[in-house]
């Protein structure tokens, strides 16, 4: 397999190599893990890389917290956000996804753009994002910037709302508003460590003092051809106390969860099976 690569290393370097590509055929390369295989798999003629793993820019690059929230780089590996103590103590959810990608050999390179733009069904830090209500922040080849909840950009599997002519910049994250968290990413798969997940739920809810829900985010993989945004779900638990979500309110729960899915069967896992260990996980998240 033969392509042209261009290496920018600075944000006008890259928006002017975009602009040069807009009437040819070419692909961003991050950590490469996912577009080796995609080549190896589809290869293609005449096909330029964007290589962005040399580009020097800040907000690209760089994890930032601030009074609104975290700003995480496109090129932020999942190897970074696991070395990022902010994250494991205040989104648990995301630094367990990271840490259940691959390998650490996968994980040194595997950026979370990568994960989002490959808009995998079973993508892990991209699952844990969406429960995170992460936001998109989105630059074309004429500097300007839009924002886009990440569970609107999936649009499909391997289908994103990017245009030809923008590039993922870097995901923001919301700061918590309550001073208690649960927290935390459940992967199924059949083996510990490089295990591309069968299901995934992802879940971040926000307590106040008195352990009374007011936030809360859950977000379900590989059961549907995008991850899902479980709304109704997150919505019935406003209100109540974590401890009061059991028994029929529990039934509830996981039925409003499981509305989201639509597993199919393949190789990996049944529909049923996807389906039966999904409402079983939910459950889960209260003990
Ligand atoms: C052996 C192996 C095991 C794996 N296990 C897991 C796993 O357990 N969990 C999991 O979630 N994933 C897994 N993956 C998939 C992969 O490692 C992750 O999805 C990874 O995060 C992809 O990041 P990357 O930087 O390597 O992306 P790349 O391969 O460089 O790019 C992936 C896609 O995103 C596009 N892209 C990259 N950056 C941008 C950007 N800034 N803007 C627009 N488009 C962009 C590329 O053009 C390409 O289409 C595995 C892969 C391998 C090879």
Known sequence: MDFDVISPKTRTALLEAMDA????????????????????????????VINLAQLQDE?????TEDDSGLHIGALV???????????????PVLWEAANSVASMQIRQTATLAGNICQASPSGDMSC????LNAVCDIINT??????????????????????KDEVLRSIFIPKNIQPKIKSGYVKIGTRVSMEIAILSVAYHLQADEKNIIAAAGIAIGAVAPTIKYTQTACEFLIGRSLYEI???VLENFSSQVLNYATPISDVRASAWYRTTVLENVTKTIFD
């Open 21 to 48: 590509c807009q009437d040819k055929k070419y692909r961003f390369g991050a950590g490469y893990t996912d577009l080796i295989n995609d080549l190896n798999a589809n290869p293609q003629e005449d096909l330029t």
């Open 59 to 63: 907000v690209f690059c760089n994890i």
């Open 77 to 91: 590996t999942a190897a970074q956000v696991l070395e990022t103590p902010y994250v494991q103590t205040h989104y």
């Open 128 to 131: 844990a994002l969406v429960a």
């Open 142 to 163: 004429r500097d300007e910037m839009r924002i886009e909840p990440l569970a609107d950009f999936f649009r499909g599997v391997k289908k994103t709302s990017l245009a």
């Open 246 to 248: 059991k028994d029929v």
